[in-house]
């Protein structure tokens, strides 16, 4: 009898704990519920992501803020990664304010055409509305921190995004290939636009960089061949490699004098640029930056540059003129390839002088620059003085050109006691050299 009873008491314990072990569930386990499959992220936070699942004739999607499950209320947190990616007849989802990440390749491929994000979510995921082709407006709450690479790449009639303020990172190719978007301002609170964030936009016109950028990467505007003019804010120090590459309605670009150095291919094939003001800040030009340039007529070089590389200014078939300083000290034979109707402009006894002689090429021997000659005109006189006030009062830093000509005292910077030293020169007959 006693064996019996243990027996019974063992059959009794084993049952009710594969009872409890069944009503457990995993957390790798899929649960599904009106027509949604989740996974369980935290039971003791009690939170779960939206995962992939059979949604393929779905058209419309509205996700719960929070499921049941046994007896615990459990919250969405998450759309997974590729929840759902090819949904090709997905046109509508509905996104509860209780997620605050989406996925990587969350709806990547499907037929959404507006989507709201809500003020919860924080992250979106890399491809996460990757070719959407059809999703034409997206509207980013302020609580987005992330847009993470390809985000919204090939999303070809997307044409209005509203950037959060407090958005601080862009990834690679964002919004590569959204050939409808036409205009793009990005908040003060971002400080890098990543390699190939808008290229191939076609139809970018306007776009707004803040000065907390510090970095335009790689190819960020490549191809966006109906970008006309842009200003690159004071707080880059580098336009990168390709940046406007093929911007082939680029007309007019102004750049900071915090940038250094122009890298390769950095305005290569910008067919409509004509001319450009390079600042003395930029010390180092990179082959090809500005290769088949083929609208280009003038460039003067800064006292900077030391060195002109290979191809810089290859394919400029219009390229008239180039002022070349007296600090330059290596030209690269294959430095103005194709360029065939131009004239160096430089000083005598420099190494620009012997490069054009040598290679045939017509060359302007520039005179010294007259002391007090802001206007060129051979004299230093009243509007002389009046260009150096207006510059001062405009707070602009002179070039090194206007340095050594207004800096009649020597005291290395231009203001209005050079002015003053014009005037009394002038009223006197008297030259300033």
């Known amino acids: ?146 847009i993470g690479e390809y985000a919204f790449y090939g999303c070809t009639k997307l044409k209005e995004v509203i950037m959060p303020n407090r958005l601080k990172t862009i990834g690679n190719s964002a919004f590569r290939e959204c050939e409808s978007l036409s205009e793009i301002k990005i908040p003060d609170s971002v400080t890098s636009i990543g390699d190939s964030t808008f290229m191939s936009c076609t139809k970018l016109q306007s776009i707004t960089i803040p000065n907390s950028v510090t970095r335009i990467k790689t190819s960020a505007f490549r191809y966006c061949t109906k970008l006309q003019s842009i200003t690159i804010p004071n707080s880059v120090t580098n336009i990168e490699g390709s940046l406007f590459n093929n911007c082939t309605s680029l007309q007019e670009i102004t750049i900071p004098d915090s940038v250094t150095t122009i890298e390769s291919g950095a305005f290569e094939h910008c067919t409509s640029l004509q001319s450009i003001i390079i600042p003395d800040s930029v010390t180092t030009i990179q082959a090809a930056a500005f290769n088949y340039c083929t609208s280009l007529q003038t460039i003067e070089l800064p006292e900077s540059i030391t060195k002109i590389n290979s191809k810089t200014f290859n394919g400029c078939i219009n390229l008239e003129k180039i002022i070349i300083p007296k600090s330059v000290e290596f030209i690269n034979i294959e430095a103005f390839k194709g360029c065939s109707n131009f004239t160096i402009y430089t000083y005598e006894d420099t190494y620009a002088q012997t490069y054009a002689e040598e290679n045939n090429i017509p060359v302007v021997l520039i005179e010294k620059y007259k002391l007090g000659d802001m206007d060129g005109d051979g004299l230093a006189d009243p509007y002389d003085a009046y260009l150096i006030n207006v510059m001062f009062e405009e707070g602009r830093i002179p070039t090194q050109k206007e340095l050594e000509i207004g800096d009649i005292d020597g005291d290395g910077t231009v203001d209005p006691y050079d002015a003053y030293l014009i005037n009394v020169a002038f009223e006197e007959g008297r030259t300033l050299d």
């Open 1 to 146: 009898m006693k064996k019996i009873a243990i027996i019974i008491i063992l059959i009794i314990i084993i049952e009710t704990i594969v009872l409890c072990m069944n009503n457990v569930i995993a957390a790798e386990d899929i649960i599904e519920i009106d027509g949604l499959s989740y996974k369980i992220l935290s039971e003791t936070e009690k939170t779960v992501e939206v995962v992939k699942g059979e949604y393929n004739n779905l058209t419309e999607v509205k996700i719960p803020s929070s499921i049941q499950i046994g007896n615990g209320n459990y919250q969405v947190k998450v759309i997974g990664n590729s929840a759902f990616r090819y949904c090709i007849k997905l046109q509508s989802i509905t996104i509860p304010n209780s997620v605050i990440s989406i996925g990587n390749n969350a709806f990547h491929c499907s037929e959404l055409q507006s989507i709201t994000i809500p003020n919860s979510v924080t992250s979106i995921g890399n491809y996460a509305f990757g070719a959407c082709t059809n999703l034409e407006i997206i509207n980013l709450q302020n609580s987005v921190e992330t």
